[in-house]
């Protein structure tokens, strides 16, 4: 341990021991942020520590960044840095993996602890803010190693595997946390990218008709049925002379132009009649051959 547990040892501790191994203790206050330093423990390195994340804050402050207030979580298996509003665990600090707490003597709102990253095993220094609990926030923890010492005697040295075990398994849980909200975000970002494709401006869904192209154009046809109109001279329409079998098309599906199966309204009245007449002739000559 360090001074700031063993200076009031002989005092009686300020939580029962319930609360901090079987649940715990919740505080809040504001995160300065971490920095890595040099030695496990001592006053001096927490003191550069609090000295170098002080002026880090105070030139984002300038910038109009506010120190962001986080929820501490001190059980005897360690302390859990939360946001105070989503509970997202932002870093899980092992009690083992623990070296040095204390709260700053020249700055009463100041408190720090020293804790062993399980990645890169440097030592970093985490540094808090808080107004009126930076003394009893260091003593929960001082308790919690208390308790935590205690139980490793008990169990023989067991304990420590075992709370390895739960701080692996901690670990992950809050991995897969993460991962699940990242997935939510996502999905929800596609439905909305979906709602957006299928509903129109005007909030109704827009459906194109299968009878016109990707312009709402409708499709060319080449082949276009011809409707028969009336003569000039009032006789009924005839219909149409039957092709001889064989006959080819041209490029575009359409039979070769045959000035006798022109509209009525392609020619002046006198050649149209004549027309008639002819077509009429011709009409009779391919029915009796």
Same mark, same amino acid.
């Given at each position: !341990?360090? /001074?700031?547990?063993?200076?009031?040892? #002989?005092?009686?501790?300020?939580?029962?021991?319930? +609360?901090?191994? %079987?649940?715990?203790?919740?505080?809040?206050?504001?995160?300065?942020?971490?920095?890595?330093?040099? &030695?496990?423990?001592?006053?001096?390195?927490?003191?550069? +520590?609090?000295?170098?994340?002080?002026?880090?804050?105070?030139?984002?402050?300038?910038?109009?960044?506010?120190?962001?207030?986080?929820?501490?979580?001190?059980?005897?298996?360690?302390?859990?840095?939360?946001?105070?509003?989503?509970?997202?665990?932002?870093?899980?600090? &092992?009690?083992? /993996?623990?070296? *040095?707490?204390? #709260?700053?003597?020249?700055? %009463?709102?100041? *408190?720090?602890?020293?804790?062993?990253?399980?990645?890169?095993?440097?030592?970093?220094?985490?540094?808090?803010? =808080?107004?009126?609990?930076?003394?009893?926030?260091?003593?929960?923890?001082? &308790?919690?190693?208390?308790?935590?010492? %205690?139980?490793?005697?008990?169990?023989?040295?067991?304990?420590?595997?075992?709370?390895?075990?739960?701080?692996?398994?901690? %670990?992950?849980?809050?991995?897969?946390?993460?991962?699940?909200?990242?997935?939510?975000?996502?999905?929800?970002?596609?439905?909305?990218?979906? !709602?957006?494709?299928?509903?129109?401006?005007?909030?109704?869904?827009?459906?194109?008709?299968?009878?016109?192209?990707?312009?709402?154009?409708?499709? *060319?046809?080449?082949?276009?049925?011809?409707?028969?109109?009336?003569? =000039?001279?009032?006789?009924?329409?005839?219909?149409?002379?039957?092709?001889?079998?064989?006959?080819?098309?041209?490029?575009?599906?359409?039979?070769?132009?045959?000035?006798?199966?022109?509209?009525?309204?392609?020619?002046?009245?006198?050649? &149209?009649?004549?027309?008639?007449?002819?077509? /009429?002739?011709?009409?009779?000559?391919?029915?009796?051959?």
């Amino acid at each position: !341990m360090n /001074r700031a547990f063993t200076r009031k040892k #002989d005092k009686s501790w300020m939580h029962t021991p319930e +609360a901090l191994a %079987k649940h715990y203790i919740s505080y809040s206050a504001k995160f300065l942020g971490h920095t890595e330093v040099d &030695q496990p423990k001592g006053t001096e390195v927490v003191r550069d +520590a609090v000295r170098k994340l002080k002026f880090q804050r105070h030139i984002k402050k300038s910038e109009g960044q506010k120190i962001p207030k986080v929820e501490l979580q001190i059980s005897i298996y360690g302390v859990k840095i939360l946001d105070p509003k989503t509970k997202n665990v932002q870093y899980n600090c &092992q009690l083992h /993996r623990m070296s *040095f707490c204390a #709260d700053d003597k020249t700055d %009463k709102r100041i *408190f720090t602890f020293i804790c062993k990253d399980s990645e890169s095993n440097k030592h970093l220094c985490y540094v808090f803010d =808080s107004e009126k609990c930076a003394e009893e926030i260091t003593l929960t923890i001082g &308790q919690a190693f208390d308790l935590a010492y %205690k139980k490793f005697l008990e169990s023989g040295g067991k304990d420590v595997e075992t709370r390895k075990q739960i701080g692996s398994l901690q %670990k992950r849980i809050q991995e897969l946390e993460t991962e699940n909200s990242e997935l939510k975000r996502q999905l929800q970002g596609l439905e909305e990218q979906l !709602m957006v494709t299928r509903v129109s401006p005007a909030g109704s869904v827009s459906m194109k008709s299968p009878s016109t192209d990707i312009f709402d154009m409708v499709p *060319f046809s080449p082949v276009s049925p011809l409707t028969s109109a009336p003569s =000039s001279n009032g006789t009924p329409p005839l219909p149409p002379p039957t092709r001889p079998a064989g006959t080819r098309k041209d490029l575009f599906g359409a039979e070769p132009f045959d000035p006798f199966i022109c509209g009525a309204a392609d020619f002046p009245p006198d050649i &149209q009649s004549k027309l008639d007449e002819m077509q /009429r002739q011709r009409w009779r000559g391919s029915k009796w051959d």
